[in-house]
């Protein structure tokens, strides 16, 4: 019988997203008190802060799930990460950056980790502790970077000891929203701070991706704060904000979701372009989307919805009937379809009407024409209503 490892890549996981989360509470912590300083995902550690492109601060981020063992001399993260450092921070300068631990374990008591510390420093007591850790731990997983702890001269372990510092005990990363809800309170807009927030993370994930692909060096803590105040500034009662940008939606998997809705087959009645027909898909989308998040957070009425539908039917009519009387009552399909697609790429060319001046992006009209085509409340080909009968009466 042959048995099977499990490898469990839940703690991994964690862990990266424990640090990216986190990235986002250290910059909303400091920032303000370094606005010309930019924070980094993967560049020079972890995490790290810089100014003008020099690492001011390296920090390491262990997550651990709550109840896992102390923090400890031998314990593996702490000689993963002065390895770590060691092989890139220049250990012996004295004036390089500051090198901090962070992790969700608790040292424990009159350990050299412990004594590195903010609050209990000592870092003679440290020093002397990692060289006893460093002699007893020939071999194993942290054999290296103990020996190459040891192979350091006394004064260069002097200087690589006065830069590191162990923050221990700080928050999992259940406890990280909450923490990065609280640093913002300054922006939270009154009733919709779940909206808000949601898309402060969404804007957060966006830049750690960047970060982490290596398309941006890292985040400038001043831009952040313009950016934060930006996404508050959409919530004032004459903007609504944009919930969903063209860049988060996958246009071929939405064509497959969309393929049979009736919206879709009423551009198929006018041979409508393919490319222009999968835009469309995406304009479907992100507005029914958005109306339903605003909806949901109450930015929106339905009798402000109810009233933009209404100015999208208006000006619908007055096209549609443009198109009945120059194709006649004896067009043939061929006209029809010709009239109904110029119709509809009329339509779609227009940037208007806007939802009660409140937002301007002309994907929300577009969109909302093709959901009230849904609704078989408006259409493209002449004959659309009794096809549009037919289509809900098949099986």
């Not at 400890?72 to 060691?86: F, G, I, N, R, Y």
């Not at 804007?203 to 692909?213: N, V």
């Not at 339903?292 to 929106?300: S, Y």
Request: glycine share 6%; charged share 25%.
């Amino acid at each position: 019988m042959t048995g099977k490892i499990s490898h469990n890549a839940a703690p991994s996981a964690l862990g990266y997203q424990h640090q990216t989360w986190w990235a986002l509470l250290e910059l909303l912590r400091l920032g303000h008190k370094r606005p010309d300083a930019a924070i980094s995902l993967e560049l020079f550690d972890d995490i790290a802060w810089d100014h003008d492109g020099t690492a001011t601060e390296l920090l390491q981020i262990k997550h651990h799930q709550k109840g896992q063992r102390a923090l400890t001399d031998a314990s593996v993260d702490v000689w993963s990460t002065l390895k770590v450092w060691m092989d890139t921070a220049c250990p012996a300068d004295a004036e390089g950056p500051q090198l901090l631990l962070i992790t969700t374990q608790e040292a424990s008591a009159s350990t050299a980790v412990a004594a590195l510390r903010l609050e209990t420093r000592d870092e003679d007591f440290a020093l002397s502790g990692l060289e006893m850790a460093a002699l007893e731990g020939a071999s194993g997983r942290t054999k290296q970077a103990r020996q190459q702890f040891l192979a350091l001269s006394p004064a260069d372990q002097q200087a690589f000891i006065s830069r590191i510092h162990v923050i221990d005990g700080s928050p999992c990363i259940d406890d990280v929203p909450a923490l990065v809800r609280a640093q913002l309170h300054w922006a939270l807009p009154t009733g919709h701070e779940d909206a808000f927030l949601a898309m402060v993370w969404r804007w957060w994930d966006e830049q750690a991706l960047a970060m982490l692909q290596g398309r941006q060096r890292g985040m400038d803590a001043g831009a952040a704060h313009v950016a934060i105040a930006g996404m508050r500034d959409q919530f004032t009662r004459a903007m609504l904000p944009t919930m969903i940008e063209l860049d988060e939606v996958d246009a071929h998997a939405l064509a497959a979701t969309y393929d049979n809705c009736p919206f879709v087959q009423q551009m198929h009645w006018v041979a409508y372009p393919p490319r222009n027909l999968q835009r469309a898909i995406v304009d479907y989308y992100r507005a029914h989307t958005q109306i339903v998040q605003w909806l949901d957070h109450a930015l929106l009425s339905p009798a402000e919805l109810g009233r933009f539908a209404e100015e999208l039917l208006d000006d619908w009519e007055r096209e549609f009937e443009w198109m009945e009387m120059e194709i006649g009552d004896a067009a043939e399909e061929a006209s029809k379809q010709q009239a109904g697609a110029e119709l509809l790429r009329l339509l779609m060319r227009q940037t208007g009407p806007f939802l009660s001046r409140r937002y301007h992006e002309a994907f929300l009209a577009r969109g909302h024409r093709h959901i009230l085509a849904d609704e078989g409340r408006l259409g493209w080909h002449a004959d659309f209503r009794e096809r549009f009968e037919r289509l809900l009466v098949q099986p």
